[in-house]
Nanobody
Framework: QVQLVESGGGLVQPGGSLRLSCAASGLFLASYAIGWFRQAPGKEREGVICISSTDGSTYYTDSVKGRFAVSVDVANGTIYLQMNSLKPEDTAVYYC??????????????????????WGQGTQVTVSS
């Protein structure tokens, strides 16, 4: 049974940093597509960063380029989202997601269509002074 559990969210001042963790169990991370998504109040869920299982490419939504980065510790089954230079508009519930390597899709398409099979429960990130 696949489970994803996020942690690391909280309150941070503008310009600060946070690192979110997503502990994955019941799967071998190296072969899965990976995504980080967020949903702000009153807005649709958006793809922040996605890694394709088809070609290994990584897609970053424009608003986080140069500030956010994803990393994967396959041995420990953990996905990280490092968030730097945080802005109030980054405030949202953040979700990690994984998808078995069963579909051919670019990382951008994975973020746009969100076909991920497994999702975490989300962790709140609030950027405010």
């Amino acid at each position: 049974q696949v489970q994803l559990v996020e942690s690391g969210g909280g309150l941070v001042q503008p310009g600060g940093s946070l690192r979110l963790s997503c502990a994955a169990s019941g799967l071998f991370l190296a072969s899965y597509a990976i995504g980080w998504f967020r949903q702000a109040p009153g807005k649709e869920r958006e793809g922040v960063i996605c890694i394709s299982s088809t070609d290994g490419s990584t897609y970053y939504t424009d608003s986080v380029k140069g500030r956010f980065a994803v990393s994967v510790d396959v041995a420990n089954g953990t996905i990280y989202l490092q968030m730097n230079s945080l802005k109030p508009e980054d405030t949202a519930v953040y979700y990690c997601a994984v998808d078995p390597p069963i579909r051919l899709a670019t990382s951008q398409r994975m973020c746009a269509t969100q076909p991920f099979h497994y999702w975490g429960q989300g962790t709140q990130v609030t950027v405010s002074s």
